[in-house]
């Protein structure tokens, strides 16, 4: 008999996505699970005909009734713009696209993370990133401490963004490295933050880099989102068209 998290998923993500998509007011939907379809976040932009706690509640019910998939509400993040949008049936909308920005966004989008024990006191993070309409895996390992576990996640951030920045580029160009000096996590304000410093190398040029999140749900993330805010105007200014 099959354990219940190894069960397959009876929904896809992008039917799911689609789904959410025909809701009143949803933008842009972006669903991130684990295997056996176990939803860890649920990303939605929205206009303001809707307010956020009626968006929750909506996607909350149409998942439970369209795929009989029950998601915490704590999972589900709404974020609200004025912006104009086209409207189009869902079934016809391959990418999420606001009026006046390039079909395929070009920043590096966090989408996924995972961590697993590989072998007594390691621990194996894998970072997964999209850009460009494509998604791109890092992955690093480390001792299980926190110290060593910050900086392999964000090793596994900057292995993602280096395959993304590499499949993209023209053959006469060189391979870039990504480089981390260091990440901490500080106390200001009475909040914790996640800084990362690392050097982007690039041919000759070497410019150094630095990010800052703050870590409201955990270490691990706020490091994923400040080495990709570090790493934003270098990628966009140096590989994107």
Known sequence: MTAPHEERAKWTIQEAERLLLSLQGVVSARIVARPGGV???????TSTDVKPK??????ESALLAHLD??????KISVAQTQDAVTELPAAEIPIHILPGREPYDSR???YGHHMETERSNTVKHRVEIEWRGERYVGE?????????????VTSATLRAIEKAVIENLDDDRQHPTLSLDGVKVVDAFDKKFVVVALHAISG???SRLSG?????????????LATLQATDRWVRGNFYP
């Open 69 to 74: 998939l029950s998601v915490d509400h704590r």
């Open 212 to 224: 800052t999140n703050i870590a409201d749900e955990s270490t691990d993330r706020a490091a994923i």
């Open 204 to 206: 000759r040029d070497t």
């Open 54 to 59: 009626q968006t929750v509640r909506n996607v």
């Open 108 to 110: 590096v989008l966090f």
């Open 39 to 45: 939803v860890e976040e649920i990303h939605l932009l």
């Open 140 to 152: 690093a390992s480390a001792a299980d401490m926190p110290r060593p576990k910050l900086e392999a």
